[in-house]
């Protein structure tokens, strides 16, 4: 899953989204929200994440943490994470959002009744939310440069 994926919603906003390993379980992650084309990018919003693979039957899910936690944007004082089943399908990484404390999932009250019920209704559409998200692998140089560029990110 390591790389630059590239998506672009319904509202015409683009996703640079690098994904790198950090050590053995985990990756870090930066999305980088924007609108236009090199070398006219208009920056919106940057987000940085610590994120895991997690195994559950024949699917994967990925979970992440957001690394500057804003109190308004989690529950109380804990960060909001984001759980979202991700596939490769035909060299493209798809990512489908899991419904957070309101879905089916939100009624478990550990880890292992989480599991279990993502692995009960992994196929149910109650369990997600949206659209699956759908990244293509992104290699043109000029682009990622202009988009890093545009938030000040050459890191």
């Given at each position: 899953f390591s790389g630059v994926w590239l998506s672009t919603d319904a509202f015409d906003q683009t996703t640079l989204m690098v994904m790198r390993p950090y050590d053995a379980r985990t990756y870090l992650i930066r999305t980088l929200k924007f609108h236009g084309e090199a070398p006219d990018i208009d920056a919106d919003t940057r987000?940085?994440?610590?994120?895991?693979?997690?195994?559950?039957?024949?699917?994967?899910?990925?979970?992440?943490?957001?690394l500057r936690f804003l109190p308004s944007a989690g529950t109380g004082d804990r960060p909001a994470y984001f759980v979202a089943?991700?596939?490769?399908?035909?060299?493209?990484?798809?990512?489908?959002?899991?419904?957070?404390?309101?879905?089916?999932a939100g009624k478990a009250t550990d880890r292992a009744e989480l599991e279990a019920a993502i692995a009960e209704n992994v196929d149910a559409p109650s369990l997600y939310i949206g659209d699956v998200i759908v990244f293509a692998k992104e290699k043109d140089e000029r682009l990622i440069q202009g988009v890093l560029e545009a938030f000040h990110s050459n890191d």
């Open positions: 987000s940085d994440w610590k994120a895991w693979l997690t195994p559950i039957g024949d699917s994967t899910f990925l979970t992440m943490e957001p089943r991700i596939d490769l399908v035909d060299g493209k990484l798809h990512l489908h959002l899991l419904i957070g404390t309101s879905g089916l």
